[in-house]
């Protein structure tokens, strides 16, 4: 057990899908893994693990924003040696290439963090994908219905956003999408030498204000949850 994850050690498997709300890893566990077992419940954050195709998987919810992912993936990677984790999100598209249902690769993802600022300072880290993940995604995606993009995304810190001009350069640099987690993600793991992607679903659009409908969420996100599953056991 660590502070915010109630699981025992051995509880947790070595690949760790990530969506950020608790209720996206139940249905995602209930949905794609065998004998899925709730292994964590603190403070909601619900937890899961089971088989994929007999292989071990937890799907642990890492709540919004960096500053929460990073507790979770700190412990994950420290306490449970987690060795490939695996974002499943939601993102806000970019670019007018970038459509609603699509899925995005993040190659690399462009931050203003405070969690890693205080390290880097005046050094600009580019936080970048796992190379093996990342072709293992771009296959599996190759073979999945889902239109699929690979390229830079932007984790920002707030949803609510007071500087509409950030977004603009990111526009303008060919940024294909706005989350608030994967930078972190890719900061940790290499940090700590683990594997780690962000898989995400267009679930709204920046330029043209469109929102995937409710009803249609789920099986949009089915195919990031997929393609995710496919590249950790390529
Ligand atoms: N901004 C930030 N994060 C998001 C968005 C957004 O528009 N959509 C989904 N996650």
Redesign the pocket.
């Known amino acids: 057990m660590t502070i915010h994850i109630g699981a025992q050690k051995g509880e947790i498997a070595e690949t760790v899908l990530l969506p950020?709300d608790p209720y996206r890893a139940k249905w995602a566990a209930e949905t794609f893994l065998e004998n899925p077992r709730l292994v964590n419940e603190v403070r909601g954050m619900l937890g899961y693990t089971g088989t994929w195709k007999g292989n071990a998987v937890t799907i642990q919810g890492s709540g919004?924003g960096m500053p929460s992912l990073s507790i979770y993936v700190n412990e994950l990677i420290r306490d449970y040696d987690a060795k490939t984790l695996i974002r499943i999100?939601?993102?806000?598209?970019m670019q007018e290439k970038v459509k609603v249902r699509d899925v995005i690769l993040a190659m690399a993802a462009t931050t203003t963090s405070s969690p890693s600022r205080g390290i880097f300072r005046e050094v600009n880290f580019a936080p970048c994908a796992d190379w093996s993940l990342l072709q293992a995604a771009a296959k599996a995606a190759a073979g999945n219905d889902a239109n699929t993009h690979i390229g830079g995304i932007?984790s920002?810190d707030?949803?609510y956003?007071e500087r509409p001009d950030l977004n603009e350069q990111m526009v303008r640099h060919g940024i294909l999408?706005?989350?608030?987690e994967a930078a972190e993600l890719y900061t940790l793991a290499a940090r700590y030498g683990r594997r780690a992607l962000a898989v995400?679903t267009?679930?709204?659009?920046?330029l043209t204000g469109e929102a995937l409908p409710s009803d249609q969420r789920e099986s949009s996100f089915g195919d990031m949850v997929e393609i995710a599953l496919e590249a950790a056991f390529a």
Do not use: A, I
């Open positions: 950020g919004m999100g939601s993102c806000g598209g932007y920002s707030v949803f956003d999408g706005v989350e608030m995400l267009v679930s709204d659009h920046l």
